[in-house]
């Protein structure tokens, strides 16, 4: 479950992902926009969009939304969403985030929401959002704390391993995982300052079997494990993993929170 992840990896979990972890990362979106501070009437830019998350909510007082992902089962999703009609102010198109098709300064503030921390060139991906975003203006970057900050999906990770031993350990911290590493690669990609929040929301499930579920349905490396192994492979891997969950957090509801960082830079 290492590696680059590609397009075709999101597009397995487009469908879930829009249904299951879209309502969660709402909050993260809203607090993201109200830390850029964009006036009413602003052009804004979302790197790596997914299925609009923050794009939708974004364009309720935006006068236009650019909404970029690499993944096109994901713009397909932003595409089918209501709002995406209605509204009728938000660009969704496939393209590249080191690669931004977008003018120089042509935004009042952008954003990139768990999508530029996964970019195999961050530094690139930094400097392209400051590069189309006007001087002065906002970028918010947001990434995960360390897994063992998350104890119930640190549970998870742990199960997968102990009925697959032969995975290789996770590592402690994703990319950004920290707020040292966040203002360096900030910082060297130009910005004039930045400040980093910490945030923290939680999916709530109603037992742990349909935690384990949707883990297997949107968590993105899970659902691409559970695809190259095939179902029959997957099925006992699937049961220990669940087994092995339940008999450390139980088989009742539960609450997972994901704690964040959320970094603010100007440009």
């Known amino acids: 479950m290492s590696g680059a992840l590609t397009a075709g990896s999101w597009d397995l979990v487009a469908t879930a992902y829009t249904a299951e972890v879209m309502p969660v990362f709402e909050r993260y979106a809203r607090r993201a926009l109200e830390l850029a501070a964009a006036p009413e009437g602003a052009d804004l830019v979302d790197v790596a969009c997914g299925p609009g998350t923050l794009a939708i909510m974004a364009a309720l007082t935006a006068n236009r939304v650019a909404a970029i992902d690499y993944a096109p089962e994901m713009i397909d999703r932003l595409r089918a ?22 003018g120089d300064a042509e935004f009042d503030a952008g954003f990139s929401l768990f999508g530029l921390m996964f970019f195999p060139d961050r530094a690139r991906g930094f400097r392209e959002l400051r590069r189309v975003v006007k001087p002065g203006g ?41 707020e040292a590493s966040i203002r360096e690669e900030v910082l060297a990609a130009g910005y004039r300052d930045v400040d980093v929040h910490q945030v923290s929301f939680a999916a ?62 100007t440009v």
């Open 138 to 178: 906002k970028v918010v970057v947001s990434s995960w704390l360390p897994l063992d900050a998350a104890p119930l999906l640190f549970e998870v990770v742990a199960a997968l391993r102990h009925a697959m031993p032969e995975l290789p350990a996770a590592p402690r911290g994703g990319p950004l995982a920290d």
């Open 81 to 102: 969403h209501q709002g995406y009609g209605v509204l009728g102010n938000i660009d969704a198109r496939v393209g590249d985030g080191q690669e931004l098709p977008y």
């Open 204 to 265: 709530e499930y109603p037992s742990t079997a349909e935690l384990w579920a949707s883990q297997e349905r949107s968590a993105v490396r899970i659902a691409l494990t559970r695809t190259q192994l095939g179902p029959a492979a997957w099925a006992p891997i699937a049961e220990r993993t669940l087994a092995r969950l339940e008999a450390v957090v139980g088989s009742g509801p539960q609450s997972m929170a994901m704690p964040a960082w959320l970094a603010v830079a």
